[in-house]
């Protein structure tokens, strides 16, 4: 990248730190530290073109657009001269469309630290959103280049830049963002139906570059947002995303997209495996376990010939431990088959036409929807979604809240169901305790009938299998079942989803100023536990402290 050459230290970018301004000797200088009152003396009692270019053939009004200030912008554009009290507005200032050695025009040059309040100086006063250098770099490549997102959006929205145009290389913007490894640039591009499968002058699309790069969230993102064809696409020298990112070494990066195309790759398992797992899950299965050790404490522990009779007390426990079970499966049964909290597309209720930009349909200002995290935004879906929203790449869909996606209860877990998936994981906790409990005092109490010689575990294996498979299958319920109530409540107490605690690092509102972690909905353990109880959620509005978005802002 051309501009990458351009290295300027903004007076205020940084105000904790103090740099040592030179001093201020001409227009160049004066418009690169924003200098207003010297630019004029230069301009105005000096004579100083502001047309003219420095040097190194850099002009007044590219240093005043890199550094964002827009009314240098605007004064080097047209600037105003007094004569006998009457005000004229000279148009015959800085040129917006002139170009550097390399074609670059000042919107270039705003684009590398995305100065969006210089950009609108420019393009309001007729720079072309579509000049190019001579890379065939536009505004929206430099933007891709740097990761400047809000800046992209803006010219995308506002004066309608091509966000898919191909440089002199055949590369978009979302080759090099990809390249780059910014991933909210990427989902922004994905979001506005950025071609993912185009191929640049080495074949190879933007998902080669992120794996040659080793950038694994742009991978990740790419590949959630695309399909099996962006895979298998080989560039001019035979070489796949997955084998490109093994030949570089990119060991965390390789093994995610190679288990992405094995997903795919395999065609009966993409009809068997993806039909009846991927989308029917693993619920059958862990509802047949369900019953079938329902059924098999019954015949072997309850009502088995071989074992004592069956005293009133332990029978009244036995039965408490197969309500239990019912319980669960009836809770199992709700939180499989409800809604967890899917938010609503604009295709599922037609509300939104082809020629509306889905950026504009939502207030950006609004808090409770809009905290300038582009993370928000869902390059599949089409929507911006709530802060603690996720999209789901096996449900294909983004639930509200996301807590995690369970293939055994094939849903996922969200706001509206996750009370329900609670209740059912403690139920089965409490279950396979008491069984198991019964299961051992049933065969503690039958030892009287070993034989001489006839050691007790030998005793159990042969005189009661039963019992023991069912002890065997209890204990993996109980590990499971266990492991999930201590992990759901903790994460209740302290308002938290099993996603944010697994990905904190990668979501901003879960930082403080300071960046440590700090949780902004959480209340304290009292207020959590009882909000999750009588609501079966929490108010994602009601934040105990304001997110670093809105300190900033």
Known sequence: MASSEIEVVSSGSKPNEIYEQPPILDVFTASSYGDFIKLRTFV??????????????????????????????????????????????????????????????????????????????????????????????RAVHVAAQYGQTAFLNHIVVKYHADFDVADNDGRSPLHWAAYKGFADTIRLLLFRDASQGR??????????????RGNAEACAVLVHAGTKEELMVKDNAGFTPVQLAYDKGHRHVAPFLSNQLRSHSNYWRGKLCSGMVTDIGYAPILFCIIVFLMILFINSVVAAPSLIKITAVVGLWAWTALSLAVGALIMFYR???????????????????????PLLNIDLNSSSVWMGNWSQLCPTCKIIRPVRSKHCPT???????????????????????????????????????????????????????????????????????????????????????????????????????????????????????????RNPYNHGCWKNCSDFVFLGYTNDDDIAWPPLQQVAS
């Open 395 to 517: 449900c294909k869909r983004c639930v509200e809240q996301f807590d995690h996606h369970c293939p055994w209860i094939s849903n996922c877990v969200g706001k509206r169901n996750k009370r329900d998936f609670f209740i059912f994981v403690c139920l089965a906790t409490l279950s396979s305790i008491l069984s198991g409990a019964i299961a051992v005092q049933r065969i503690w109490t039958s030892t009287s009938a070993i034989a001489a010689g006839e050691t007790w575990i030998h005793h159990v294996l042969v005189r009661h299998p039963g019992v023991v498979v069912f002890l065997v299958m209890d204990a993996f319920v109980f590990l499971a079942a266990t492991t999930l109530t201590i992990t759901q409540t903790y994460m209740i107490a302290r308002n938290l989803t099993t996603n944010e605690h697994a990905n904190s690092s990668r979501y901003e509102y879960l930082r403080g100023a300071d960046g440590r972690f």
């Open 335 to 357: 939180c499989s088959s409800k809604d967890p909290g899917y938010i609503k597309r604009p295709r599922d209720s037609g509300t939104q036409s082809d020629t509306e930009d």
């Open 199 to 212: 191929q640049d002058k080495d074949g190879c699309t933007p998902l080669h570059w992120a794996a040659l």
């Open 44 to 137: 105005e009692q000096d004579g100083a073109s502001v047309s003219v270019p420095d040097v190194n053939g850099y002009y007044a009004l590219q240093w005043a657009c890199l550094n964002n200030f827009h009314q240098i912008a605007q004064y080097l554009i047209e600037f105003n001269l007094t004569v006998l009290g009457w005000v004229f507005v000279l148009k015959h200032g800085a040129d917006v469309n002139a170009t550097d050695n390399i074609q670059q025009t000042a919107l270039h040059w705003a684009a590398v630290r995305g100065s969006i309040a210089a950009a609108d100086v420019l393009l309001e006063n007729g720079a072309r959103v579509e000049a190019a250098d001579i890379n065939g770099f």
